[in-house]
């Protein structure tokens, strides 16, 4: 039998020491589906109890060093003080998410509005949403639209294209030159015939006439089923343009449950692409979560997630480049797909955990945040947590 420290090589355990996983404000909120949401004891009061909650993941597992915001759920009269909580709770501010998609007059676009002045409005809550960026110093403002329609000839899908260019345009303008802009698609939801920006070739046309740093985001739960999510992956990667990942689970739609609880194997797939093309040690990928939980314990829920990411980022390093690569040249079919699934088939927890105790941290994340008192602590603190006020 292999002992566990045999597992992981000094080298991959120096790669993934380098690991950095984002979280989202918004799973430490109440969140659930069009049908009910379900109140959890304990669930943050505002912003700042968000990110008390997203520490104790960073605390115990040193995966998880910032935490994304949305605006309006995030706004607080004092980012400079939200910032400071962040810095002493050991985590910094990441990524600005804007929302055109809870507001009536977007009932028919933001950006791609036939209305000037709504575009005009939906634009101004991005440059509200740079001057947040500003006070917290983040680096990426990450644009999601619930634009397009639900009938065919209802909307014209070409001039709502070019406004949205245009749109994008004066957003872009408006960043740092240390700013960037990541603009995510998604295939259907909320509108169901046509989407604007449905898919990775129509979010990399629109940021490629915007300039270098604009790039798109890649959320895993966006996508038909049965796509070659990693085949997107390199693709992005190859043009110098994948800037973000929303990582998240999927069953049936945008379900967002926890990474790798569907399909282990297509997170190993992803992350092997990833590898592959230079990501994993790009500061340029973001590697956030984009999850609500529902029914499960909100932390234990982003603890889980940030260790499926820890675990499958390790097996895909252990795939052995050059033995694969020997199989691939000499077509040796069932050799490099070997090759590919020894490497999926290791279990590295054992090895994970041993080096997890080897840095001062807990070798079971889970059962230490469990045995911390923080969950009782909260629960008695808190009372009328808020809701997320979305359940994508
Ligand atoms: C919506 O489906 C997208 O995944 C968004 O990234 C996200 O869930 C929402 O904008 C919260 O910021
Ligand atoms: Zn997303
Ligand atoms: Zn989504």
């Given at each position: 039998?292999?002992?566990?420290?045999?597992?992981?090589?000094?080298?991959?355990?120096?790669?993934?020491?380098?690991?950095?996983?984002e979280?989202p404000?918004?799973?430490?909120?109440?969140?659930?589906?069009?049908?009910?949401?379900?109140?959890?004891?304990?669930?943050?009061?505002?912003?700042?109890?968000?990110?008390?909650?997203?520490?104790?993941?960073?605390?115990?597992?040193?995966?998880?060093?910032?935490?994304a915001l949305h605006i309006?759920?995030?706004?607080?009269?004092?980012?400079?003080?939200?910032?400071?909580?962040?810095?002493?709770?050991?985590?910094?501010?990441g990524t600005i998410n804007s929302n055109?998609?809870?507001?009536?007059?977007?009932?028919?676009?933001?950006?791609?509005?036939?209305?000037?002045?709504?575009?005009?409005?939906?634009?101004?809550?991005?440059?509200?949403c740079?001057?947040?960026m500003?006070?917290?110093?983040s680096r990426d403002l990450k644009i999601w639209?619930?634009?397009?329609?639900?009938?065919?000839?209802?909307?014209?899908?070409?001039?709502?294209?070019?406004?949205?260019?245009?749109?994008?345009?004066?957003?872009?303008?408006?960043?740092?030159?240390?700013?960037r802009l990541v603009l995510e698609?998604?295939?259907?939801?909320?509108?169901?015939?046509?989407?604007?920006?449905?898919?990775?070739?129509?979010?990399?046309?629109?940021?490629?006439?915007?300039?270098?740093?604009?790039m798109?985001c890649?959320d895993?739960?966006?996508?038909?089923?049965?796509?070659?999510?990693?085949?997107?992956?390199?693709?992005?990667?190859?043009?110098?343009?994948?800037g973000s990942?929303d990582?998240?689970?999927?069953?049936?739609?945008?379900?967002?449950?926890?990474?790798?609880?569907?399909?282990?194997?297509?997170?190993?797939?992803?992350?092997?692409?990833?590898?592959?093309?230079?990501?994993?040690?790009?500061?340029?990928?973001a590697?956030m979560?984009d999850?609500?939980?529902?029914?499960?314990?909100?932390?234990?829920?982003?603890?889980?997630?940030?260790?499926?990411?820890?675990?499958?980022?390790?097996?895909?390093?252990?795939?052995?480049?050059?033995?694969?690569?020997?199989?691939?040249?000499?077509?040796?079919?069932?050799?490099?797909?070997?090759?590919?699934?020894?490497?999926?088939?290791?279990?590295?927890?054992?090895?994970?955990?041993?080096?997890?105790?080897?840095?001062?941290?807990?070798?079971?994340?889970?059962?230490?945040?469990?045995?911390?008192?923080?969950?009782?602590?909260?629960?008695?603190?808190?009372?009328?947590?808020?809701?997320?006020?979305?359940?994508?």
């Open positions: 039998m292999t002992t566990p420290s045999s597992v992981l090589s000094d080298e991959i355990l120096g790669q993934l020491e380098k690991q950095a996983i979280l404000s918004w799973a430490f909120g109440n969140s659930g589906t069009r049908f009910k949401v379900f109140a959890t004891a304990g669930t943050p009061r505002d912003p700042f109890e968000k990110i008390s909650d997203a520490a104790q993941v960073n605390r115990l597992t040193a995966l998880a060093p910032s935490v309006p759920w995030d706004l607080v009269d004092s980012f400079d003080d939200l910032r400071k909580h962040a810095e002493d709770n050991g985590v910094a501010l055109t998609f809870q507001d009536d007059d977007y009932k028919f676009g933001a950006l791609t509005h036939e209305d000037a002045a709504i575009r005009q409005k939906a634009i101004d809550h991005h440059f509200a740079i001057d947040v500003n006070a917290t110093g639209l619930a634009e397009g329609s639900n009938y065919p000839g209802q909307a014209d899908m070409r001039g709502r294209q070019d406004r949205l260019n245009d749109s994008l345009q004066k957003i872009y303008e408006r960043l740092s030159g240390e700013q698609y998604k295939f259907f939801e909320p509108a169901f015939y046509h989407t604007d920006v449905p898919d990775w070739g129509t979010s990399y046309a629109q940021v490629a006439t915007l300039g270098e740093r604009a798109v890649l895993t739960g966006h996508h038909a089923p049965g796509t070659n999510i990693e085949f997107i992956v390199m693709q992005l990667l190859r043009l110098g343009k994948l990942f990582f998240n689970s999927r069953f049936y739609a945008d379900d967002d449950l926890i990474v790798g609880a569907a399909d282990p194997f297509q997170l190993f797939r992803i992350l092997f692409e990833v590898i592959r093309g230079g990501g994993y040690a790009n500061p340029d990928v590697f979560l999850q609500c939980h529902n029914v499960e314990n909100k932390i234990l829920g982003q603890i889980r997630s940030v260790l499926n990411v820890q675990e499958m980022t390790a097996r895909a390093l252990l795939v052995d480049q050059d033995a694969l690569r020997a199989a691939q040249v000499s077509g040796d079919v069932l050799a490099a797909n070997a090759v590919f699934m020894d490497a999926f088939y290791t279990d590295v927890r054992p090895a994970l955990a041993q080096w997890r105790e080897s840095r001062g941290l807990p070798a079971d994340p889970m059962a230490a945040y469990l045995a911390s008192g923080y969950q009782e602590r909260i629960e008695a603190e808190r009372v009328g947590g808020v809701q997320a006020g979305w359940g994508a």
